[in-house]
């Protein structure tokens, strides 16, 4: 293990302490008491600003999904019935498989070169990429609960309510993703904003968080929205079983899954819209 390894796993480790992170809560509480009314109602309504922007675009990802693919289906369909009037469906099919596999080639060949960027980047500075790193992979497994999809954040509603409230709709649906959204964006503004109100003998953790806020936010949250889709594409399908615990009508076990693979869609459009745009950072300071 080399000494800059040791010296962040030691970070780590401090970082997790209960004690610690009480002085953290001290420290900000401090600071908000000390920052003037006028920030803090700009820094409430941008929070508000964060929220309706998080379900604006899961709802405009999810539509535009929805309306692409109700086009190029009718499309195909219409296609596909001139093909056959003509004699033709079979080489119909054919070029259709042909324009699949380019467009499928084209696609992986984007997602390689995204990666490939960013590996570039994690190899060339890993002292300053491994966090961000970090914090995608803590935010996919606190958003998944594990290769298993069991636990995470959806989960939570067992600890709060018993068995009988599992699968809430407000845990287990496009809700979390945004409510998540919300609260780690709002956060790092409001450290942002009473920053300079922090005691003068303050934890070096706000001064790094500060310094390196926003690509830290951004890869926990598009971690998340990526546990998350997972998670529920799992309850989905093949965890499907159990209802949603608490919506006010009741619907056959099939609309419950809909709505679950609804919630997942959005929640993976959402990831990739973060990580497409850390993809872009990530080509761009190596172009």
């Not at 998080?54 to 539509?63: G, S």
């Not at 119909?92 to 960013?118: F, M, P, W, Y």
Request: proline share 3%; with cysteine.
């Amino acid at each position: 293990m080399t000494q800059q390894t040791s010296s962040f796993a030691r970070w780590q480790a401090d970082a997790l302490s209960a004690a610690r992170i009480q002085r953290l809560l001290d420290e900000l509480r401090y600071a908000i008491q000390h920052t003037n009314r006028d920030t803090m109602t700009r820094w409430a309504l941008q929070s508000v600003k964060i929220f309706g922007m998080a379900v604006k675009r899961r709802a405009v990802n999810v539509y535009t999904f929805a309306k692409r693919m109700i086009t190029v289906l009718a499309r195909e369909a219409k296609e596909g019935y001139v093909a056959a009037g003509q004699g033709q469906l079979a080489e119909h099919a054919q070029k259709k498989l042909q324009d699949l596999s380019a467009a499928l080639k084209r696609t992986g060949e984007g997602v390689a070169q995204n990666v490939q960027a960013i590996a570039q980047r994690i190899m060339a500075n890993p002292r300053d990429a491994a966090p961000e790193l970090a914090a995608a992979v803590l935010g996919l497994l606190a958003g998944s609960g594990g290769f298993d999809a069991n636990g995470g954040i959806p989960d939570k509603d067992i600890a709060v309510g018993g068995i009988g409230s599992h699968r809430s709709a407000f845990t287990h649906s496009v809700l979390t993703g945004t409510v998540l959204e919300t609260a780690v964006f709002s956060l790092a503004l409001l450290v942002n904003a009473v920053y300079q109100n922090l005691p003068e003998e303050h934890d070096p953790f706000w001064d790094r968080m500060v310094a390196e806020m926003n690509r830290m936010s951004v890869a926990f949250v598009a971690g998340a929205c990526a546990g998350l889709a997972y998670h529920l594409l799992a309850d989905a399908t093949w965890q499907a079983g159990k209802p949603y615990a608490d919506l006010p009508f009741t619907m056959p076990m099939e609309g419950h899954q809909v709505l679950m693979g609804g919630s997942a869609l959005a929640e993976a459009l959402r990831a990739g819209e973060f990580a497409n745009q850390q993809g872009r950072k990530s080509l761009s300071s190596h172009s």
